[in-house]
């Protein structure tokens, strides 16, 4: 009899532990959301090219006056070469810093020939041969020129000098770096 006891005893408890087990619940939900958020655009234009699409761009577009004695659309001593960068940041939608460099050291043999540089937004000229900038998200106005010049000033004492530039380009590189203006 004790034994039957014991084993109704253990049977029990085992109905009672599962009864215990099966009114526990573990309260779990599982959701998934997914949120929308629109990127801001940016697309930067030099003379109407994508510079975010393409890492270097050529400017041929050059005006030269001066001279009546040098073949039209070459650059001589006595004549003046120009043109223009323009900035488009009309397809952004953040503020624009911008920072352009002139590399003018095809220049460094010729201290006759100058180089003038004059942001026309401010029409202020650059004396360092770096223009900074910002294009504020407020600005009516997206776009930016930037005149620029290279002055060949006819000197007798820089004739030798000036050989050295008979049949060849005289390059300037421009290194451009523009990054969103957070105001800092």
Partial sequence: MKKKLILISILLIAIVSLNIVKTYGLFETNARAETVMTVGKWSISLND????????????????????????????????????????????????????????????????????????????????????????????DKTRKIKIQIIWNDIEEYNENDNELIGGSLDIVINSNFKQYTGE
């Fill in 49 to 140: 090219t994508n510079i975010t699409l393409q890492q270097s761009i050529s400017f041929n577009d050059f005006v030269v006056t001066g001279s009546t004695h040098t073949e039209e659309g070459y650059l001589a001593p006595g004549s003046t070469g120009e043109f223009e960068v323009d900035i488009d940041v009309s397809n952004c939608d953040t503020s624009v810093e911008y920072n352009l460099s002139f590399d003018t050291t095809k220049f460094d043999n010729h201290p006759n020939i100058e180089l003038r540089i004059v942001d026309e937004a401010t029409n202020q000229e650059v004396s360092d041969e770096v223009l900074t900038g910002v294009i504020r998200l407020s600005d009516q």
